[in-house]
């Protein structure tokens, strides 16, 4: 489809799914990039060269959509392909289907750069790497931003300007060496991880609600941007703050801020589309007036990615 490449193909485990009843966001992310190593390889800078040359790619920023929720099982493929290439890096765009309908799954719009693995400071793109992106795709209509705009991030907060605004913090942990790559910075798997974390005690904050009593109604992610502004590594402490950007009819907007807690500096930031569900009927449901009536007194005014 519109010359993109397969990069990866699996099914989706138990394991990776979460208490909703399908694949959490965090591994979405896993995938794309395990996808994005695939490409590179197609492009010219495959494990054995990247080792050689002590460089990867690495996401500056992702844009998803989810559009089918997965379910233990599932059986898909990624596929992906060159959108533009710029003066420090690549767009990279990549979908997730379903095998059996071909039907995209998620979307994933990546900002792409190469850097150095030990420092992870920004390398000029080979004239290897540049040849082999020749090819290019578009971006299909369903892998365009809907609930959210792709506008330049704001300038980077800082952990008194997320106190000074009211957000709430949501999560707080030391990275371990599981969430750690091989040079010992996190994965972009677990800064979606560190989000998805949050979610529980975000509800319970601003609602007072208790996911692990209400069974039959749960919440998932429609669209997500992630802009990653730092590289933490294992042994570092961060702190996430939350607040909430809109309210509308059925979906909702939350602001991420994630610093590292020794310096107040923001590490990445996101901004994720959010619905309520019916476990059961599995499908979107209104926002209950009182609900609404509380969230739309909680919102920050200038919050942003």
Same mark, same amino acid.
């Given at each position: 489809?519109?010359?993109?490449?397969?990069?990866?193909?699996?099914?989706?485990?138990?394991?990776?799914?979460?208490?909703?009843?399908?694949?959490?966001?965090?591994?979405?992310?896993?995938?794309?990039?395990?996808?994005?190593?695939?490409?590179?390889?197609?492009?010219?800078?495959?494990?054995?060269?990247?080792?050689?040359?002590?460089?990867?790619?690495?996401?500056?920023?992702?844009?998803?959509?989810?559009?089918?929720?997965?379910?233990?099982?599932?059986?898909?493929?990624?596929?992906?392909?060159?959108?533009?290439?710029?003066?420090?890096?690549?767009?990279?765009?990549?979908?997730?289907?379903?095998?059996?309908?071909?039907?995209?799954?998620?979307?994933?719009?990546?900002?792409?750069?190469?850097?150095?693995?030990?420092?992870?400071?920004?390398?000029?793109?080979?004239?290897?790497?540049?040849?082999?992106?020749?090819?290019?795709?578009?971006?299909?209509? !369903?892998?365009?931003?809907?609930?959210?705009?792709? @506008?330049?991030?704001?300038? &980077?907060? $800082?952990? /008194?300007? =997320?106190?000074?605004?009211?957000?709430?913090?949501?999560?707080?942990?030391?990275?371990?060496?599981?969430?750690?790559?091989?040079?010992?910075?996190?994965?972009?798997?677990?800064?979606?991880?560190?989000?998805?974390?949050?979610?529980?005690?975000?509800?319970?904050?601003?609602?007072?609600?208790?996911?692990?009593?209400?069974?039959?109604?749960?919440?998932?992610?429609?669209?997500?941007?992630?802009?990653?502004?730092?590289?933490?590594?294992?042994?570092?402490?961060?702190?996430?703050?939350?607040?909430?950007?809109?309210?509308?009819?059925?979906?909702?907007?939350?602001? !991420?801020?994630?610093?590292?807690?020794?310096?107040? @500096?923001?590490?990445?930031? &996101?901004? $994720?589309? /959010?619905? =309520?569900?019916?476990?059961?009927?599995?499908?979107?449901?209104?926002?209950?007036?009182?609900?609404?009536?509380?969230?739309?007194?909680?919102?920050?005014?200038?919050?942003?990615?």
């Amino acid at each position: 489809m519109n010359g993109m490449i397969e990069v990866a193909r699996s099914s989706v485990q138990t394991w990776e799914c979460d208490q909703m009843g399908h694949m959490n966001v965090q591994f979405y992310l896993d995938k794309a990039d395990q996808g994005l190593t695939a490409l590179a390889l197609e492009l010219g800078l495959g494990p054995t060269q990247a080792r050689s040359a002590g460089v990867m790619l690495r996401a500056r920023e992702h844009h998803v959509r989810f559009l089918r929720e997965q379910r233990p099982g599932s059986p898909y493929f990624l596929r992906g392909g060159i959108v533009a290439v710029g003066d420090s890096g690549l767009t990279v765009y990549q979908e997730m289907v379903e095998t059996v309908s071909d039907k995209a799954a998620a979307t994933f719009l990546i900002d792409v750069e190469c850097v150095d693995v030990a420092s992870r400071k920004p390398q000029p793109l080979s004239e290897t790497l540049r040849a082999g992106c020749e090819q290019r795709v578009e971006v299909p209509v !369903h892998g365009r931003p809907r609930g959210l705009e792709l @506008t330049p991030p704001r300038p &980077a907060p $800082a952990l /008194a300007d =997320a106190e000074r605004s009211g957000m709430l913090r949501t999560w707080q942990g030391v990275i371990s060496r599981e969430q750690g790559d091989d040079a010992g910075f996190l994965t972009v798997r677990h800064f979606m991880g560190i989000v998805s974390d949050s979610i529980p005690n975000l509800l319970a904050l601003t609602g007072g609600s208790d996911r692990s009593k209400t069974p039959g109604v749960g919440g998932a992610a429609l669209e997500y941007r992630f802009v990653y502004r730092g590289q933490p590594r294992v042994g570092d402490v961060l702190t996430l703050r939350s607040g909430l950007k809109q309210v509308g009819s059925k979906a909702y907007t939350w602001c !991420h801020w994630l610093f590292d807690l020794e310096t107040g @500096t923001a590490v990445a930031t &996101a901004e $994720a589309v /959010a619905i =309520a569900m019916d476990l059961e009927a599995r499908r979107a449901i209104p926002i209950p007036e009182a609900m609404r009536a509380n969230l739309e007194a909680r919102v920050i005014p200038g919050l942003g990615v």
